[in-house]
């Protein structure tokens, strides 16, 4: 019985030990990033807008092809009113 008495005891005073050394680290790190941000925050560089432009312009090969499509499938009864780029 004394055994099991000294592996339970063991066993708290193991678990306890690395509950307590986890709780360090998670503050020391806590205080590292509060420090760190303090002392040397991120610079913050502006961000360049650039005007919106129109769709780019689709070559007309491709719109060619692209009507050939449809008038294949629909069997010329389909009609293309916008082509856009995804």
């Keep these: 019985m004394e055994n099991i008495e000294t592996a339970i005891l063991l066993m708290v005073v193991g678990m306890a030990t690395v ?10 790190g806590k205080l590292l990033i509060a420090l760190v941000n ?9 961000v360049k807008r650039e005007a919106p432009r129109g769709p ?7 719109l060619a ?6 008038n294949v499938v629909t069997q010329g009864k ?6 856009e780029k995804l």
């Design 19 to 28: 509950f307590v050394i986890l709780l360090i680290v998670i503050y020391l």
């Design 38 to 46: 303090k002392y040397a925050p991120e610079e913050v560089v502006p």
């Design 56 to 62: 780019a312009p689709i070559p007309g090969n491709i």
């Design 65 to 70: 092809a692209i009507t050939a499509a449809v």
């Design 78 to 83: 389909g009609k293309i009113t916008k082509v």
